[in-house]
């Protein structure tokens, strides 16, 4: 898989993408990364890639010719890219959503910065995607989240026993609605006079999973 990211900001990324998951993702050749950065698309010596809204108003807005040009050279260098728009505006990102796109060969994050994008710009993309009902300084940390959900659901980037479908949002009950994880525990046996559960000291698989079922459901019906 293959994921660009196209962002004003190509520094932000650098930690973050080359630790833990991430970091084994790209070792192992399971992901690809390129960082593009929207200011060498800039226009003037200055390399401006905003400029203030028509009618007035705070803050300045993204353009949509610098923005064209720099989706034209990905598209370039990326063939059948998905051109994905991260803006408070999209569908909202789920764990559905991670597995959708995680089955997907190439994809472009667009993070946007400042007041926001020129409306012509939603003309270039394939779709937009929002993390939340809230407002974030810029697309980044947005573009970051959506990376590391996409990523672990990747063939090969997590062990067998680490599989997705034990998670959260993964799990259904009988119905086919999405449960949070079941308790876990380890060593200590007992801290401060808490024990951990008999049935999982037992060793009877059968019965393990049932309790883990059962309390995936408890735990979902107790938080929603």
């Not at 993408?17 to 690809?32: D, E, F, G, P, V």
């Not at 060498?40 to 905003?50: A, N, S, T």
């Not at 796109?101 to 994050?109: D, G, Q, R, V």
Request: glycine share 6%; with cysteine; proline share 4%.
């Amino acid at each position: 898989m293959k994921i660009n990211i196209l962002t004003l900001f190509p520094e932000y990324f650098r930690e973050a993408l080359n630790t833990s998951m991430m970091r084994k993702a790209q070792k192992i050749r399971a992901l690809k990364i390129k960082i593009y950065n929207l200011r060498d698309f800039g226009i003037g010596p200055r390399k401006q890639v905003d400029d203030r809204p028509y009618g007035g108003g705070a803050g300045m807005i993204l353009r949509v010719d610098v923005m064209s040009k720099a989706l034209a050279k990905i598209k370039k260098e990326n063939k059948n890219t998905r051109l994905i728009l991260l803006t408070p505006k999209g569908r909202k990102f789920d764990q559905k959503e991670a597995k959708r796109l995680s089955k997907i060969e190439n994809l472009t994050l667009i993070c946007g910065h400042y007041e926001g994008f020129d409306e012509r710009i939603r003309d270039l993309i394939d779709e937009e995607i929002s993390i939340g009902d809230y407002i974030l300084t810029g697309g980044e940390p947005a573009a970051l989240v959506v990376v590391d959900a996409i990523v672990r659901l990747v063939p090969g980037v997590l062990k067998k026993e680490e599989a997705p479908e034990e998670e959260s949002f993964s799990l259904k009950d009988d119905k086919g609605k999405p449960l949070f994880e079941y308790a876990h525990y380890t060593r200590p046996e007992i801290f401060k006079d808490r024990s951990v559960p008999k049935i999982l000291l037992k060793g009877n698989h059968q019965k393990i999973k049932e309790w883990r079922e059962e309390r995936a459901i408890e735990e979902t019906k107790k938080r929603i």
